[in-house]
């Protein structure tokens, strides 16, 4: 124990005395720094967000709270409506303390679109209600942990995967003539819906619905609720079955062997759950089962209701114009005349390049992902001279450019040229 001499101490003595009322000066004084700090921070805040136009709302309390109805007919038309209106964006208030930007216009949307993933994050609040079905996949992940599953999971997203799955896109496609088609006897019914599609697509709608009551924001209070409790049964039974496939196949994997398992699947299609089997880094780690499941969730998340509504309005769009439905019949049988079997092979992909311009017109007016939210870790400014507030508090949240102003609605822009 270091000795302090007598003296010394004394010395101390009205120092210490000095620093109690110091301290005690201090902490007030820092505490009103920053409660300067953060009202000019909040008054900067509404500086900005009140450069953007604010339709009428409810009230104060609720704000716009409901006033657009997710995931209903209504709702689609009230949207488009808010983007017709008020064309760069409006501030939208879901609570008085909560106040989101919808941006619309590509002037407005671009700096949010293009900042970085460490600028404009994903929004942790509409994005979480996610987080209990997907865990933790790439889709809500942040930071380094999406960056190293983004490398691991790239050969996923490489095009020429699709190749090998030309056959099952057939095979779905002669099942949806014949569940559209009145044919005398079909040869292949429609497969029966699982108890795990029921539940993504019970999922799926309990999402859209937890986002339009307030008390329903808090996970604790959602989860006493009906809808919390069907949440909870259907994550239950998806994860279950995830679950079961990996630790099936990871199973077959540890028999076989890593290198046997690749030299027997050389030249045959891989799956999406071997590849993240697989899956290794520089330094030869391996996704975890939990990582896996999170991978294969956001996956089927992610991959089945885009493409289920993008073909769904690809038909309504070409219901509605029946002549270049027509033109895209042409063109398909053009290219299967002579022909004995009705498939489509990977090559006649780039020889079809107006239904392909027509699908690419059906997404840009109807994208499947009508809104993507970002919140952004500081002001961003907007081509206009407006900015895009800093803050936990305002998320963006901007439905992807639908429709372009420069193409009249209803006008399925059909492609002059060449395919974009
Ligand atoms: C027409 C079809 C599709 C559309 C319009 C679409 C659209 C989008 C959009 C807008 C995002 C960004 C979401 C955000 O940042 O908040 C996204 C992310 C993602 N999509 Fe798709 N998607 C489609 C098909 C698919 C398919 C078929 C799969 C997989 C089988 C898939 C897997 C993913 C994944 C994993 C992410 C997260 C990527 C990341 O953050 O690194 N998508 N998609």
């Known amino acids: 124990v270091p000795a302090v001499s007598l003296p010394a101490a004394m010395a101390l003595g009205p120092i210490l005395a000095l620093l109690g009322p110091i301290l005690a000066l201090l902490g007030p004084i820092l505490a009103l720094l920053g409660s300067l700090r953060l009202l000019s921070r909040l008054r900067n805040t509404c500086g900005h967000l009140r450069s953007f136009p604010c339709p009428p709302w409810r009230g104060w309390i609720l704000g716009h709270m409901g006033m657009v109805r997710g995931g ?48 404009a994050p994903k929004d942790q609040l509409f994005y979480g209600f996610l987080q209990p079905w997907l865990g933790d ?61 029921e539940a993504i697509l019970e999922l799926s709608r309990l999402v859209v619905r937890r986002q339009q009551h307030l008390l329903h924001y808090s996970w604790w209070l959602y989860r006493l609720s009906g809808d919390g409790r069907r949440f909870t049964q259907a994550c ?75 073909l769904a309005w690809l038909l309504y769009n070409l219901a509605g114009h029946q002549q270049h439905q027509e033109r895209c019949r042409q063109e398909v049988q053009e290219l299967l005349k002579g022909r004995d079997a009705e498939d489509i092979e990977w090559e006649d992909l780039s020889r079809l390049p107006f239904t392909t311009m027509c699908i690419k017109e059906s997404l840009r007016l109807h994208p499947p992902v009508t809104a993507v939210c970002r919140c952004c870790t500081q002001d961003l400014a907007t081509r206009d001279g407006r900015v895009i507030p800093k803050g936990t508090a305002p998320p963006v949240r901007p439905p992807l450019p639908s429709p372009c102003p420069r193409v009249p609605k209803g006008a399925v822009a059909v492609p002059q040229g060449s395919p974009a």
């Open 137 to 197: 996949g790439l889709l809500l992940s942040h930071e380094r942990k999406w960056v190293q599953h983004r490398r691991l999971l790239t050969p996923a997203f490489h095009g020429d995967l699709l190749k090998s799955y030309l056959g099952i896109f057939n095979h779905s496609t002669r099942i949806m003539h014949v569940s559209t088609h009145p044919a005398p006897a079909p040869v292949l019914s429609p497969s029966q819906p699982s108890e795990y599609i």
């Open 72 to 119: 209903t007919e209504e709702g689609l038309e009230q949207a488009e409506a808010l983007a017709a209106r008020y064309r760069r964006g409006c501030l939208w208030w879901l609570l008085p303390w909560l106040p989101v930007l919808r941006l619309f216009h590509p002037d407005t949307l671009r700096p949010v679109l293009t900042a970085a993933a460490s600028i």
């Open 236 to 310: 239950a039974t998806v994860h279950g079955f995830t679950a079961a496939v990996v630790q099936r196949r990871r199973q077959a994997l540890q028999c076989l062997g890593h290198q046997a398992w690749l030299d027997h699947h050389r030249g045959q299609r891989m799956d999406f759950i071997d590849l993240l089997l697989l899956a290794k880094d520089e330094d030869g780690n391996a996704l975890t089962d939990e990582d896996i499941a999170a991978e294969a969730n956001t996956f089927m998340f992610a991959g089945h209701d885009t493409t289920a509504s993008a």
